[in-house]
């Protein structure tokens, strides 16, 4: 897509993918801005426990004395970044694999597929659960957990796709010029299923992020003292019962970029079905 025809879709865009975009822009530079905005260090130790929103700290403290303000920015930058990397590796195995299993076909898809039903079969948080128990809870087996679950949806949405592009014209014409299966995929399929796979990118990522936040949620997350929204609410849930909101601002930054980014997939899918109303 040119710059031009980017011009034109971002100007025709609704108010809310207009909305989704900022809120995903406004994370985004948050993460990277994060030891610049953020007053604190991300692990110091600034107070006394549970001190009250005031000047000097914004939003409090929390269990241990350190600056909710400050640990809700590097949250973004932990929780948000994890997740974004988590995705990207769940979409490149899964679409890698959905592809190839589509294209050729016989035992190959038969044995993808039927692993994949084995995978799925498992309720997604209790697996990950089972999983990160067995082989610990760093940060990279947990990146690696949540990838290999998420990866299955992918490979059957990118297999779906692509069962209905290998079928067509074009593609049997490819096969007899004797192009071979990296042509096919990277060259023919690819390009065609584009629209729905990155639409599937942007959902898949808000699954991940509700996941990664779930499981710090249950202590086996990304674990402290990193800063994590998931976390942040565990340790901070006993101020619900004296009235406090501070608890609910790691859940409210996890809702709003969850909803940004759900508005945003919802225009691209509007753009790719062609409709115009």
Known sequence: ????????????????????????????????????????????????????WSAEHILGTDKLGRDMFTRLIYGARNTVGIAFLTTLLAFLLGSILGLLAATTGGKLDQLLSRAVDVIMAIP??????????????????????????????????????????????????????????????????LPNAAAPLVAEFGLRFCFVFLSISALSFLGLGIQPPTADWGSMVRENATLI???????????????????????????MLHRASGLKE
């Open 1 to 52: 897509m040119n710059t031009q025809a980017v011009g034109k879709a971002l100007r025709t865009a609704p108010p809310t993918a207009w909305f989704g975009m900022i809120v995903i822009l406004a994370y985004i530079a948050v993460a990277f801005l994060a030891p610049v905005i953020a007053p604190y260090g991300e692990r110091e130790v600034v107070g006394q426990q549970y001190l009250p």
């Open 124 to 189: 997604a948080l209790i697996l990950a659960l089972l999983l990160l128990t067995i082989v610990g809870t760093s940060i990279t087996n947990m990146i690696l957990v949540i990838a290999l679950i998420d990866s299955t949806r992918v490979f059957r949405l990118a297999r779906a796709v692509a069962m209905n592009i290998v079928v067509m014209d074009y593609i049997e014409a490819a096969r007899l010029r004797g192009e071979g299966m990296r042509h096919l995929i990277l060259r023919e399929i």
């Open 241 to 267: 019962t004296f009235g406090e909101i501070t608890p609910l601002l790691p859940a409210g930054a996890i809702a709003l970029l969850t909803v940004g980014v759900n508005f945003v997939v919802d225009w």
